[in-house]
C-alpha cells in the first residue's frame, strides 16, 4: 500500500502549496465544485496531476487543507475593553462567517478529510482567539472563564446549530455568552 508522502521543507514545497491553493480558490469562484478536477486544478497552478496527488492524495484532501487555510484567522479579536464584549463581538462574528454559504462549505471541507488533522487544527484556530481574549482580560485584572468552558459553553453549541440547524440568531449568540461568562443568575 503507498504512503502519502508529506510536504517536502523549503521554498519550493511552499510555493506549489500556495500556488495549488491560489488555484483550487480562483476554480471555486469560476466553476461548480463538481465540475473542478485534479488535472483542472493542476494545469491552473502550473504543477502536474501527480504532484497534487502526491502531495495531497485526493481532491477532498486538497479542498480541506484550501478550507483549513481559509479558516486560518487574519486578525486578532477586537478589542472593546472588557472580556464580556470582546468575547460577545468574537462569537458573532464567528457565528456569522461559519454559518455563511461559504463557511459552511468550508467547514464541510475539513470535515470530510480523512485524518482530522484539519479539523483539529480549525479548533486550534479558536481556542488561540479565545486566549487572546482572556490573556487581554487578564491584564486588566479581569476574571475570566477557563477557555474549555468558552469552547463547551459557546463555540461547540454555535458550531453544532450551524451543522445540525439554522444560523445562531445574535440573541441566541449573546446568551450563550452571558450564560457563559456570567453563570450565576443575578436576583
Not at 148 to 170: C, H, Q
Request: hydrophobic share 40%; proline share 7%; charged share 25%.
Amino acid at each position: 500500500m503507498a504512503t502519502r508522502e508529506g510536504p517536502r521543507p523549503g521554498g519550493r514545497s511552499a510555493r506549489v502549496q500556495a500556488s495549488v491553493h491560489g488555484a483550487v480558490k480562483a476554480l471555486l469562484a469560476k466553476l461548480e465544485r463538481s465540475e473542478i478536477t485534479v488535472p483542472l486544478i493542476a494545469a491552473e497552478a502550473g504543477v502536474t496531476p501527480s504532484t497534487i496527488y502526491r502531495r495531497w492524495g485526493d481532491i477532498q484532501e486538497l479542498f480541506a487543507d484550501v478550507a483549513v487555510e481559509r479558516l486560518r484567522p487574519d486578525m486578532v479579536p477586537i478589542d472593546t475593553g472588557s472580556f464580556r464584549g470582546d468575547l460577545l463581538i468574537w462569537a458573532e462574528q464567528y457565528a456569522e462567517e461559519m454559518s455563511s454559504g461559504p463557511g459552511r462549505e468550508m467547514i464541510r471541507d475539513v470535515l470530510a478529510a480523512q485524518d482530522g488533522s484539519g479539523a483539529y487544527q480549525c479548533c486550534n484556530f479558536t481556542r488561540q482567539q479565545i486566549e487572546v481574549i482572556a490573556e487581554r482580560a487578564d491584564a486588566r485584572g479581569e476574571a475570566t472563564p477557563d477557555i474549555e468552558a468558552v469552547m463547551d459553553g459557546v463555540v461547540a453549541p454555535i458550531m453544532y446549530r450551524i451543522l445540525f440547524g439554522s444560523v445562531p440568531e445574535p440573541a441566541h449568540v449573546e446568551r450563550l455568552v452571558l450564560a457563559t461568562v456570567d453563570p450565576e443568575p443575578k436576583p
